[in-house]
């Protein structure tokens, strides 16, 4: 079955405790990226990657690492979490087209409550 | 930035009647997406427009894009009680085709 997988689905940490939240999918997409979602905003894309070893920033980078070591894996890295990255996380995959990022699958969401 | 904006926020109906929402954007694109969220759960992709097309159709959903205003609809007709859900445009735009923009969402409610 096609999918993307995130762990874990709930965190509850303190502040500054260094966490990482796993991405995996089995589609052999080439693109994959972070998105956290809070209520009013919709989704804001985090990072991006569009192959293994390629990384770039989206909309709201700061406070976050990813690498791509291995096509199906995008880990997201906060560092020194803070309250302020309490959200709603989505990792996604897709192909990528001549006209660009393709449809994407999304995994099941990672709450992550920082205190 | 918010690329692309959803009107209305909040969308309340009756089973069986026909729902509409409407997705602007800024700047040119490649192509632009509707996704569904049920809630608390990961999007699901519903339909991919191209810049160069001005209608597509999925089932009961039809969705329109108009270059010159900006702007996307997205039609689901006979509204089942199951349709509840958010529904998010998200814009790939010409000038970064890597980068994906969504807008807030419209929250659709299908009453029984």
């Known amino acids: 079955e096609a999918q993307v997988t995130q762990n874990p689905r709930y965190l509850i940490t303190v502040t500054g405790k260094k966490l990482t939240v796993t991405c995996s999918q089995n589609?052999?997409?080439?693109?994959m990226s972070w998105y956290r979602q809070d209520p009013g905003l919709g989704l804001r894309q985090i990072y991006y990657s569009m192959n293994v070893e390629v990384t770039d920033k989206g909309d709201v980078p700061e406070g976050y690492k990813v690498s791509r070591k291995e096509k199906r894996n995008f880990p997201l890295i906060l560092e020194s979490p803070s309250p302020n990255q309490t959200s709603l996380y989505f990792c996604?995959?897709?192909?990528?087209?001549?006209?660009?990022?393709?449809?994407?699958?999304f995994g099941d969401g990672t709450r992550l409550s920082i205190l | 930035s918010q690329q692309g904006e959803e009107d209305p926020q909040a969308l309340s109906i009756q089973e069986g009647e026909n729902a509409t929402m409407n997705c602007s954007y800024k700047?040119?694109?490649?192509?632009l997406q509707w996704y569904r969220q049920n809630s608390g759960r990961g999007l699901v992709h519903l339909i991919l427009?191209?810049?160069?097309?001005r209608e597509k159709h999925s089932g009961r959903l039809r969705v329109t894009l108009d270059t010159s205003k900006k702007s996307s609809s997205l039609l689901i007709t006979a509204s089942r009680a199951a349709d509840t859900a958010s529904y998010f445009c998200?814009?790939?735009?010409?000038?970064?085709?890597?980068?994906?923009?969504f807008g807030p969402g419209t929250s659709l409610s299908v009453i029984p």
């Open positions: 589609m052999n997409h080439e693109y």
């Open positions: 700047t040119s694109i490649n192509n």
């Open positions: 427009i191209r810049s160069n097309e």
């Open positions: 996604a995959s897709s192909l990528l087209g001549t006209g660009g990022v393709r449809p994407q699958h």
């Open positions: 998200a814009t790939v735009r010409k000038t970064s085709y890597d980068k994906v923009i």
